[in-house]
């Protein structure tokens, strides 16, 4: 081929002698009809999944009214709760026949297992509700006796508490692996056990007496039942968070309630609770709800820390007068809750200090470290010590004092839990 | 309306098969596919003439989709449908000239790529500029420039040796 314009002669050539069937109008009109009705059904089609993949994604995805925990009707005096995950036959047997040798008095009848299963820290827990003799409704905690073979120990044995409003009950103590009563020699040996009702998806359990770098497993755990190692936790600095969520995608956890820790186990400090009724300068006053137990030199404290020390008690009208920790006449030992640094902390009518910090290797204090007290209703300095305060700034290395700033606020305080020991304490 | 519609795309459809099945023998070869590829591209002018009217540009729509449908059916064909070499269907040499340098330049055709083959149609049968073969076939002046280019030359080339390009087509034949 030469050029364009012979390739274009050339074309038009080979073009030419091509003409037109008959009845090509009726065919194109033909398709036409087909393509449009092939489109119809592409788009219907088209709608169709675009519908199912909407109607889809409300359904999997969070979308509309947050979840809500369903109250569960109570079953007479107990708790309506089934129990949660699988229940161990044998560990019902075994904890039943310990509550009715050991416990209130037996023979329990009714018994529902809220927990009976193997743990991991633990080796086993079981709660359990039932009547006992005189009909009263009770709630027990067992776990297993790490020195006897892992044999049941009936931990704590408690009235029911009110069965249409709980929603989650707790059992926190340093004395949950031993015999009964002993507690555990380790730092890490205070366990909290939470059951929630059901419908709780997720329980957290924090304690203010340690840092959360220090917790083992400070996750929250999915499910209505934990155990946990809150290594120096108490009752009063424990808070049970419970929490729900959707099983849509997307779906956001959901607070339900934020209760404190109960305690209670035997051998345990109990906190005897005081309302606020007057304040003068470093001193408050506290209505008790019951007094016999309390003492002078008792700890008052919130679940934030250590409030003050026990200085008067007027029996006739039930009230406590506790010195506040920044007050002159406050004074005790301390020591750092990382690195067990120690001193001694003093209140001056303004601040709080701690002084006559060793010095040395290891010896240092950093901001913002937690300082701890020791409980003299425990029976040891780390079992439920008692935030008293954090370092206000990294202590200079020549000198053997830093200023705290205590956790608890001092200014709004409406009630207080004053520490006493377990023999003097209200069973 | 819709009679009005269907008399004004029926009048279209008259006026233009003619010509464009000449595009389209041109473009396949082949009269039997040039006859699907118009009715093809005159149906999805006709499901779109509501909107063509409205828009204008029904002629450069109707030549965008001709070469389109052209160009997507050769790349659907190529996946499954293998050329044996240049296979002849046993087809003799015309006696006379002019019906051999038809039956040559059908061949040659037949050797281009599908875009070469739509720019080379383009261009100088439908004698459209750079510009307006680049908007038909979706692509730039240079695309176009090239595919032309690219075109003649094989072309040329085929026409240089046209006894060599016929024997290798016999023997495979």
């Known amino acids: ?146 020195t006897a073979a892992n044999a049941l120990r009936l931990r704590a044995d408690r009235p029911m508490p009110d069965p249409t409003t709980t929603q989650v009950v707790s059992l926190v103590s340093p004395r949950l692996t031993g015999p009964a009563g002993v507690a555990g020699d380790a730092f890490w040996d205070t366990y909290a056990i939470a059951v929630a009702m059901p419908g709780v998806t997720a329980l957290e359990m924090s304690t203010t007496t340690v840092d959360e770098e220090l917790k083992q497993d400070p996750v929250t755990a999915n499910g209505r039942f934990v155990v946990r190692a809150l290594p120096s936790a108490t009752a009063e600095t424990t808070t049970v968070t419970g929490f729900i969520k959707s099983s849509k995608v997307l779906a956001q956890w959901k607070r339900v309630f934020a209760v404190p820790g109960d305690g209670g186990a035997a051998g345990d400090a109990q906190g005897v609770r005081g309302a606020v009724v007057s304040r003068s300068g470093q001193q408050i006053v506290v209505a008790l709800r019951e007094d016999g137990a309390v003492r002078p030199g008792q700890l008052a404290v919130v679940a934030e820390g250590l409030v003050g020390r026990v200085t008067t008690i007027d029996r006739a009208r039930r009230e406590a007068t506790i010195g506040l920790i920044t007050g002159a006449a406050f004074a005790g030992q301390a020591y750092t809750n990382i690195s067990n640094v120690p001193g001694s902390v003093r209140g001056t009518g303004e601040k709080l200090l701690m002084e006559h910090i060793p010095a040395g290797e290891k010896m240092d204090v950093y901001e913002g470290n937690r300082v701890l007290v020791a409980d003299p209703s425990q029976q040891g300095d780390q079992i439920g010590a008692i935030t008293i305060g954090r370092a206000a700034v990294t202590k200079p290395a020549d000198t053997d004092t830093v200023e705290l700033i205590p956790t608890a606020n001092l200014t709004d305080l409406r009630e207080v839990s004053i520490m006493t020991p377990f023999k003097s304490a209200a069973r | 309306m819709r009679d009005r519609d269907d008399e004004e795309v029926t009048a279209f459809v008259r006026a233009r098969y003619g010509s464009l099945l000449r595009t389209a023998y041109l473009l396949c070869g082949d009269q039997g596919k040039a006859e699907d590829l118009v009715q093809t591209t005159l149906a999805k002018t006709v499901v779109a003439w509501p909107r063509l009217q409205r828009s204008g540009g029904i002629e450069h729509y109707v030549r965008r989709v001709l070469f389109n449908t052209f160009v997507s059916s050769r790349r659907r064909r190529s996946w499954w449908e293998q050329p044996l070499g240049r296979l002849v269907e046993g087809r003799t040499r015309d006696e006379y000239v002019t019906v051999e340098q038809r039956d040559w330049l059908r061949r040659a055709l037949d050797g281009l790529s599908a875009r070469q083959r739509a720019a080379v149609v383009l261009r100088f049968y439908e004698d459209l500029s750079e510009q307006d073969t680049a908007e038909a076939l979706g692509c730039s002046v240079g695309t176009v420039k090239s595919l032309t280019s690219r075109g003649l030359q094989a072309l040329r080339t085929r026409w240089m040796e046209p006894d060599a390009a016929a024997e290798h087509e016999v023997r495979y034949a």
């Not at chain 1, 002669?9 to 090509?24: F, Q, R, S, W």
């Not at chain 1, 109570?74 to 019902?92: E, T």
């Open chain 1, 1 to 146: 081929m030469p050029d364009p314009t012979e390739l274009r002669d050339g074309l038009i050539k080979l073009a030419e002698p091509v003409g037109p069937a008959e009845g090509y109008e009726l065919r194109i009109l033909r398709r036409a009809r087909r393509l449009r009705a092939r489109r119809r059904i592409a788009g219907a089609a088209g709608a169709a999944i675009c519908l199912a993949i909407l109607v889809s994604v409300f359904r999997l995805v969070a979308v509309g009214p947050a979840p809500h925990l369903v109250a569960v009707p109570p079953d007479g005096a107990l708790l309506g709760w089934s129990a949660a995950g699988d229940v161990n036959a044998d560990l019902v047997r075994e904890a039943t026949e310990v509550w009715d040798r050991t416990g209130s008095a037996g023979p329990h009848t009714a018994i529902r297992p809220l927990v009976a299963a193997h743990d991991r820290l633990l080796a086993s827990v079981v709660v359990l509700q039932g009547y006992d003799e005189h009909k009263a409704a009770r709630l027990a905690f067992f776990t297993s006796d790490t």
